[in-house]
């Protein structure tokens, strides 16, 4: 099927939907692309955090929303797992999954700090 969407409705539609206040979730598995199934992390000084996401933009074709801001969680007081997926979430608990993405697996245990670089998070249509 080809793709149909203009770049101007991908980035509209990147905008708002990951428009406002979002949080960021980590999982350990990951969630299905319906928000069903995955393991959130829990426990152990976990807490989802404020994502700043700057506006869409389309570079070779492909229309993405990234971080604007480094995204910084507690130290965890125990070890978190394995993370491989994240997600943008509506709430700080609770609510509802707007993107998810997968992650290149990484190991959280005490006293590392989980963070995310500036640009290190990608949500896209292409």
Known sequence: MADNITDAEERRILDDSLGGTVYLALFTVAPADDGAGGTEVSGNAY??????????????GASTKKNTAEVVYP???????TIVA???????TGGAMRWRVDLTPIAITAPVQPRFAIGDLSFGLS
């Open 47 to 60: 807490a989802r955090q404020a994502l700043t996401l700057g506006a869409a933009a389309t570079v070779a």
């Open 75 to 81: 130290i965890p007081t125990g070890n978190w797992g």
């Open 86 to 92: 994240a997600a943008a979430m509506t709430a700080l």
